[in-house]
């Protein structure tokens, strides 16, 4: 019976999460690890999480990081949402430490997650790389808002995801300050490990613009729908401080360099000298086992995808043509000596049509683990990765966004491939794509019709829609 019972188990959750490449059996094999692993590794309930090592081992001693929001989560929302649910029914659990955290560090109002933790209180050891990672309470909010574009769940923002949103967005309205007509963010370290205690990260601040406008929002779907009054009992939230929270949004200050055309890391980044990266030996990697943190800070060097992350995940902020030019600066000096980094920077290779730098940042993220790539997989597995491993299919080669304008994809398919094919839930719907040399299929496999864009033309999909490849350009 139990053999049976496990049986249905994973055929329900294979059923929706399929992935597959073809043409690198190799590569096939450690995506399908990577995918068991996470579903091996999480938590099956609200009181649990997911940790940066799953279950596998002693690194980091079991703690939930930002990594479950920003690199686990997106592969739960599209293919299982009642863990999903439960991941972030986790954070509601928390809620409350994360308030007191934040009156903790001197803050009136709002909630700050602790940087790592597993009962809600705040963990780490070596606060500049740790509970000044404010960025936490903005990746939390985040991945709700994330979860309900993709699912449409409004009764899920009224019980809880709403109420999340609400009070990170609070956060920054104690956090920040005003300067010269502009909302700054000051005295914190963004992903960036190589950077700490800075003012004015890029990826913070475009965070908070986008936590503070979804308060806002969430707030005003529940209140059409008739469903706003618990939160509004629960928080106190009224229509003024809403419109405060808009306002402050529009004010907030994102770094941008007129000469090099690119988003500044932060308001120091561009001052400090630069770390030639590629002349880095090999016996000096990865640079934080070898030099002191205060050297690392001093210069232009980053340990992992910060701006580029900044990018991906909210890309209507900039202009391709910023984002390019910011690619192109952050790949020089960035070391990836985090596990966080390479797959950040193969999506956003694949969005900007690099399709052969795609492959390459994709193969070291997909294989980190199963051929023990970082020579660390004795400390535990890198979680964080393996659902970075399943954005680069997804979000990078497949190019899906979810955002509030609906769905689109944007395929291409490097050439050492046949092909690849995956699945993913769209509110009531499971989507296949299906990507061969010649063409993308798009399936409805259950739900109702759904518009999609596809190389930015607009297609409404009822059954199957079969359409030519296009190739990313500049490779
Ligand atoms: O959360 C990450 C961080 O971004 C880089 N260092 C390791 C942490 C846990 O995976």
Known sequence: ALYEGQERYLDAFWDTCEIDVYGDGE????????????????????????????????????????????????????????????????????????????????????????WRTIMGSECSGYFPSGTAAYHISGDVAYSVVAYYLASGDLEFMEQCGAEIVVETARLWMDLG??????????????????????????????????????????????KEAGKADGLAERTGLTDGEAEAFVK??????????????????????????????????????????????LELYRYQVCKQADTVLAHFILEEEEDLETIRKSYAYYEKVTTHDSSLSSCIFSIMAARLGMVEKAYGYFGDSAKMDLYNAHKNT???????????SYMGIVYGFGGLRIREQGLSLRPCLPKQWEGYHFRFLYEDSVIEVRISRETCAVTLLRGTEKEIVIYDRPYVLRDRIEIPMEQGAGD
């Open 27 to 114: 590569l096939n094999r450690a995506l399908t690890y990577n995918v068991y692993q996470l579903l091996q590794s999480v938590t099956k309930d609200r009181y649990g999480n997911i940790a940066a090592k799953g279950l596998s081992g002693e690194g980091y001693e079991g703690h939930y990081f930002w990594d479950t929001e920003m690199y686990i989560l997106p592969f739960f929302t599209l293919t299982n949402r009642e863990i999903a649910r439960n991941l972030i029914g986790y954070r509601y659990q928390i809620l409350e430490n994360a308030r007191e955290n934040a009156r903790q560090m001197g803050h009136k109002q709002g909630a700050l997650y602790p």
């Open 177 to 222: 300050c005003w300067y010269q007509g502009k909302f700054h963010i000051n005295e914190v370290t963004g992903p960036d490990e190589y950077t700490c205690m800075v003012n004015n990260n890029y990826y913070t601040n475009a965070l908070a613009k986008y936590n503070l406008i979804w308060a806002a929002k969430l707030y005003g779907r529940l």
């Open 248 to 293: 402050t949004a529009e004010a907030v200050f994102l770094p941008y360099d007129e000469e090099l055309g690119i988003n500044p890391q932060d308001d120091s980044f561009l001052q400090k000298k630069l770390w030639d990266v590629s002349a880095i030996p090999e016996e000096d990697k990865p640079l934080l086992l070898h030099h002191h943190p």
């Open 378 to 388: 004795k400390d535990g597995i890198h979680t964080a990765n393996m659902g970075g």
